[in-house]
């Protein structure tokens, strides 16, 4: 067993949350168990996310998307609560990581997509984001390929197939399944685990 803060102290110091200003609060949103024995990650606080860590019998959900953000209702809504009650009657503690997790430059989902599509020259860019070059420039089949690969490397369901990337709606589509596709690749927990370590033995579960 771990204790909960011993890792959302790892993930704060990794992703340096205090540095963004964000559309909602990163790190821990829901307080729960002291001591954590296995943990589940997903993309978004999500009603079947919380009930499905219930049934793995977590005592951690580490999410992108949290449940608080500045744009909504303020005060307990009844979606709000329906995303609440599993954790509360489980005592499931909950963590975020937004904008630190996009920006980071090792573990962030960009950092991880520019590596996977092999661009050269990965720069900041508009402070969250990764840019990349190719030289020679991909044409529209190259990219169809580079697409396909990375659906591969992702593990996406290859029934979505290839989108026809001359439009941008398409294009849009394809960052979004992406993007997606590498948040379940990130492997930023295993810095968390390592140095909980220490503290004693604690199961990740994906």
Request: charged share 25%.
């Amino acid at each position: 067993m771990t204790r909960t803060a011993s890792i959302i102290s790892a993930l704060d110091e990794l992703l340096e949350p205090a540095e963004f200003q964000d559309l909602g609060p990163n790190g821990l949103q829901v307080p729960g168990a002291a001591e954590v024995e296995r943990v589940v990650t997903g993309v978004s606080a999500q009603r079947a996310l919380t009930e499905r860590a219930v049934a793995e019998g977590a005592q951690l959900v580490l999410v992108h998307h949290g449940l608080f953000w500045d744009f909504q209702p303020a005060g307990l809504t009844p979606l709000l609560a329906e995303r609440l009650r599993p954790l509360f009657k489980h005592d499931i503690a909950l963590a975020a990581y937004h904008l630190p997790l996009d920006a980071h430059p090792e573990h962030g989902n960009n950092a991880l997509l520019a590596e996977r599509l092999g661009g050269a020259n990965a720069r900041r860019f508009a402070d969250i984001g990764i840019a990349i070059d190719f030289d020679p420039p991909l044409d529209i089949e190259a990219l169809s390929a580079y697409q396909m690969a990375a659906t591969v490397e992702f593990g996406l369901d290859a029934k979505q197939g290839l989108l026809d990337l001359r439009s941008e709606t398409a294009r849009m589509k394809l960052v979004t399944r992406l993007c997606r596709a590498a948040i379940k690749r990130l492997d930023f927990i295993d810095r968390a685990q390592a140095r909980a370590r220490s503290n004693g033995k604690v199961h990740f579960s994906g």
